[in-house]
């Protein structure tokens, strides 16, 4: 009888954890819900960055964290979601939200024809990675000399005398920071429930071992081109939304090495297969960049901070900020995220 009282007891604890979880993030967001009333255009457009590398990096965790297949191609999708929309926009004068699914389309389909290539022919690890880059600059090469696109100038948004949601133009930037902050929370919790879904456990096991998973009978091919295809589809309306911010698109702001990296950092500082790794990844380097660029007496140095950061990361977080901040609380106060 005692034996039969303490294993009703043993699940009692996860939903209690999982509860104060849901109140914890519920907490936050609100505080992130009000935070634009005491923030000034400058923190502002720090923040909109902030959340904007969290909703991407947040869709390459799905592929290079949950999957442990490191993409570098990402950037490809998301320009494929800005070109979309703003060609759409620019020769049809269609709304950028109808774009967006262009986009997400257009991603999906590209991602599924690289990933069934890649995946059919074991391409892993680094040679995954070289191939996935490989991939984006081409897509940075056609876009900068097909004449369609704009070549190397890119195709610029026509500003609206009359802005609004359909169009996705505003006066004020705050209305995009609510935007990505509805869509990182989304995709947060996209990820979130993916890593406790029979999806997420099977996608563990590829990472750790691809022959331990095909032992078990997973289909390691089909698992992996699914989170690359989702992955990617998500990541396409990030672009959508960045050229509406920005009025512009162009090969080198939305398909260039820069943006492939800046895409994976946050996840891999703030932990790779973690749900909030790429929010404290974002953070971090936020702050070290403008920490650089504020203090420092030659412009541009802030660029070294990705260095940096990175470095220090690597010798002292191997596994990431935020595995390292949740075992300090579990060590301290008992907490688990």
Known sequence: MDNAVSLQAIPSAAPSRTARGVVTALVVLALMVAAPLVLDRYWLALAIGVLFWTYLSSCWNIVGGLAGQFSLGHAAFFGMGAYASAWLYAHYGLSPWLGAVAGVGVAAVVSAILGAFTFRYKLTGAYFAIGTLAFSE????????????????????TL???????????????????????????????????SRSRFGYRLACIRDSEAVAASLGIDANRMKLAAFVLSAALAAPAGTIYAQYLMFVDPNTFLGLGVAIQIVLPAVIGGTGTVFGPVFGAILLAAAVEGFNRFSVRPGLGLFAYGMVLMLSAVFLPRGLWPAIAGFFKRRFGWEA
């Open 160 to 194: 609206s005398p009359t802005p609004g949601w359909r169009i996705l133009q505003f006066q004020q930037p705050v209305y995009f920071y609510y935007i990505l902050l509805a869509m990182a929370s989304a995709v947060l919790l996209v990820v979130w429930l993916l």
């Open 138 to 157: 081409v897509i940075r090469t056609l876009a900068g000399s097909l004449p369609f696109l704009g070549q190397g100038g890119g195709i610029t948004v």
